[in-house]
């Protein structure tokens, strides 16, 4: 069957091998989250027409107006993964605590837990811009068969069985890794299923895109203002193009087929960064791994950072090597804005 009309189920079967799926948990996972990205799509395109738009009248732990959608996206894929039975557990920006998945008989003998972030950049939904869903998967640390604990979500990132994101844009996307590569597929609304229309997804090595907020520049470490300056001077290969949308996933997704680099620093406003590593900078920069990209937090590999609390911040800096190399050169100036956590980590000792 030729790879183009690989379906998202076709394909994970094709690869049994690389998907994990000794009991077909991990395919049943994927196949939930691939049923509850259809129904936010549907929601999402149709926001517009219904009186789903605007603010829900509710902030989430991170202080944010959560929009209707956050919420819909929010249950829609909690609800999904609950009835299913699929994991023990699930953690979510929407969602102060972790949330444990009782089985029938008050066990669940499942072994995977998810941390999502159920609809990223939902700020743009009412200008008709992209957002998207961004998950993690890992196996959980805990014994089988008892509630989860904070530890099962509290893992390094370079621990997850997968990652992937849903971009609800001109296309509705799903963009999934399971540590071999990175595969893109595509939804035909007329039929309902997920396509592979992007067979092994990477980073052009170097890039000519920045995506970074510059109205926050006066308020950022110094390294990002010099690299920033680099991207803009006068040279064979520069200025290089801002491109920035306000939707990570967006912008990602850009970037990995363009090449670029995506920065969310920390800053004045922001002393640890905006973006949250759990579910946020993790999934995100194994995607970018896989796609022989890079993450760091300008200083270390994202994927190496031990995680401290649920709905901790990092400063991000993502997308093709080279371009992530040469931001870190310039952030090794300042090795003072390496500590951006110092303080959590003091409390945690
Ligand atoms: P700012 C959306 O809220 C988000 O988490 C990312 O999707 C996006 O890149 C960033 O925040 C935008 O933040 O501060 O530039 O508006």
New binding site residues.
């Given amino acids: 069957m030729k790879s183009s009309h690989l379906t998202l189920g076709e394909f994970i079967i094709e690869n049994q091998k690389h998907y994990k799926s000794t009991t077909g948990e991990f395919t049943r996972l994927i196949s939930s989250i691939k049923l509850a990205a259809k129904v936010v799509n549907y929601k999402v395109n149709k926001a517009g027409l219904v009186n789903i738009l605007g603010e829900a009248g509710f902030t989430n732990i991170q202080g944010?107006h959560q929009q209707k959608l956050d919420i819909y996206a929010n249950k829609v894929f909690m609800e999904t993964l609950i009835n299913r039975e699929i994991v023990c557990g699930i953690a979510s920006e929407e969602e102060d605590e972790f949330i444990t998945i009782k089985g029938k008989h008050e066990t669940n003998e499942n072994k995977y837990v998810v941390l999502m972030?159920p609809l990223?950049?939902?700020?743009?939904i009412d200008v008709n811009v992209s957002?998207?869903t961004i998950f993690s998967i890992y196996r959980r640390v805990t014994p089988i068969g008892t509630p989860v604990d904070e530890m099962d979500f509290l893992q390094r990132g370079n621990q997850q069985v997968a990652a992937g994101y849903v971009v609800y844009g001109t296309s509705t996307m799903l963009v999934l890794t399971s540590g071999n590569g990175v595969n893109g597929f595509t939804l035909n609304p007329a039929i309902g299923s997920f396509y592979l229309s992007h067979p092994n997804m990477k980073f052009p090595k170097n890039g000519k895109i920045y995506?970074?907020?510059e109205?926050?520049y006066v308020h950022f470490p110094q390294g990002v203002k010099d690299y920033l300056k680099y991207c803009q001077e006068e040279k064979e290969d520069r200025p290089y193009t801002s491109r920035?949308?306000?939707?990570?996933?967006?912008?990602f997704h850009r970037n990995m087929i363009k090449g670029g680099i995506?920065i969310?620093p920390t800053s004045t406003?922001?002393p640890k960064g905006?973006?949250?590593l759990l579910y946020?900078c993790n999934p995100m920069a194994f995607l970018a791994e896989q796609a022989n990209g890079s993450a760091s937090d300008g200083y270390q590999r994202i994927l190496n950072i031990k995680p401290t609390e649920l709905h901790q911040r990092v400063p991000f800096f993502c997308g093709s090597k080279k371009m992530v190399l040469k931001a870190e050169e310039f952030m090794a100036k300042y090795p003072e804005d390496a500590k951006y956590n110092e303080e959590e980590l003091a409390e945690k000792k």
């Fill in positions: 944010e972030d990223d950049g939902s700020s743009n957002v998207g995506s970074i907020n109205g926050n920035y949308i306000g939707s990570l996933v967006s912008d995506y969310y406003k922001n905006k973006l949250r946020e």
